[in-house]
Nanobody, 123 residues
Framework: QERLVESGGGLVQAGGSLGLSCEAS????????MGWFRQAPGKEREFVAG????????YYADFVEGRFTIARDNAKKKVILLMNNLKPVDTAVYYC????????????????WGQGTQVTVSS
């Protein structure tokens, strides 16, 4: 059974930084592209960042504007999202997702979702 557990969320002031971590428990972790999505109150879930199975390619939503970095360690079955210069609009529950795929400009997830970790950015 695929399982993803996120950690590292919290409360930070605008302009601050946070690092999110996602640990996977399934055997084929290194076979899949991984990603982070987020959902703000009253809004739909949206793609934030993705990384290929090897870690050689990374992808970001336009609103990231160079502020976030996604990385993975296949030996440790871990994906991280480093977030700098956070803004109040980044406030959301962030989800780690397995097996993401791109369709044109849209990203979709076909695997498991973590339980989510809350990120709150105060102004």
């Amino acid at each position: 059974q695929e399982r993803l557990v996120e950690s590292g969320g919290g409360l930070v002031q605008a302009g601050g930084s946070l690092g999110l971590s996602c640990e996977a428990s399934f055997r084929d972790f290194s076979h899949f592209a991984m990603g982070w999505f987020r959902q703000a109150p009253g809004k739909e879930r949206e793609f934030v960042a993705g990384i290929s199975w090897s870690g050689g390619n990374t992808y970001y939503a336009d609103f990231v504007e160079g502020r976030f970095t996604i990385a993975r360690d296949n030996a440790k079955k871990k994906v991280i999202l480093l977030m700098n210069n956070l803004k109040p609009v980044d406030t959301a529950v962030y989800y780690c997702v397995n097996d993401i795929r791109q369709y044109g400009s849209r990203w979709e997830a076909f695997g498991s979702w973590g339980q989510g970790t809350q990120v709150t950015v105060s102004s």
